[in-house]
């Protein structure tokens, strides 16, 4: 079955440190996979997807099929870092599910 | 351009009752669907459209219904509201893959 795992529910950082958000994925066939963000009192929105190989706010994310990971990276958090973050999955075979995990919040502290 | 446009924001229900949660787009995206957030849960599919006239079930759809007579609206009904529908209910557009999502509705069945 298709799944996300984002093991972390809480990951707190000081300011300037380094973050990494995990990101576990089951999926059989090429996976299409993105982070999302959702800010307090905002919309959850797009922050980056594989495919485009971008650097968004600083974060990266490399897909690992060996390992079945995307894990969001950043080298020095901000404390306008702080927001869940959520890893998803869209499902080809499934008539292009976007499958979430749980998410995983991030809290900057100065 | 409003993008996705939820209504209402807030909604107190008693058990029983039934209600429906508004969902409209201005993207003329195809693609539409509803998630309920619940913590530790991340967002879970409830239902999604591929276009007007078409709906199918996702994750946990059970007491829930859709319908899509239009490309931009795709409203959510709670038949027989029950204390565990209490969650946040996102609806979201897409292209390609990359949502877009409405504010959100926090329901709480009393």
């Known amino acids: 079955a298709q799944r996300v795992t984002q093991p972390e529910k809480l990951l707190s950082v000081f300011k300037g440190a380094p973050v990494e958000l995990k990101c576990n994925y089951s999926?059989?066939?090429?996976?299409?996979l993105f982070w999302y963000v959702q800010y307090s009192r905002q919309r959850l929105q797009l922050l980056l997807r594989h495919i485009s190989r971008e650097s968004i706010k600083g974060f990266t994310a490399d897909l690992n099929k060996g390992e079945t990971s995307f894990h969001l990276k950043k080298p020095f958090a901000q404390e306008e870092d702080s927001a869940m973050y959520y890893c998803?999955?869209?499902?080809?075979?499934?008539?292009?599910?976007?499958?979430f995990g749980q998410g995983t919040e991030l809290s900057v502290k100065p | 351009n409003a993008g996705v446009t939820q209504t209402p924001k807030f909604q107190v229900l008693k058990t029983g009752q039934s209600m429906t949660l508004q969902c409209a787009q201005d993207m003329n995206h195809e693609y539409m669907s509803w998630y309920r957030q619940d913590p530790g849960m991340g967002l879970r599919l409830i239902h999604y459209?591929?276009?007007?006239?078409?709906?199918d079930q996702g994750e946990v759809p059970n007491g829930y219904n859709v319908s899509r007579s239009t490309t931009e609206d795709f409203p959510l009904r709670l038949l027989s509201a029950a204390p565990s529908q209490t969650s946040v209910y996102f609806c979201?557009?897409?292209?390609?893959?990359?949502?877009?999502f409405g504010q959100g509705t926090r329901l709480t069945v009393v």
């Open positions: 999926y059989s066939g090429s996976p299409e």
């Open positions: 998803a999955l869209r499902a080809y075979n499934q008539g292009g599910k976007l499958i």
């Open positions: 459209s591929v276009g007007a006239g078409i709906t």
């Open positions: 979201a557009s897409r292209i390609q893959g990359v949502a877009f």
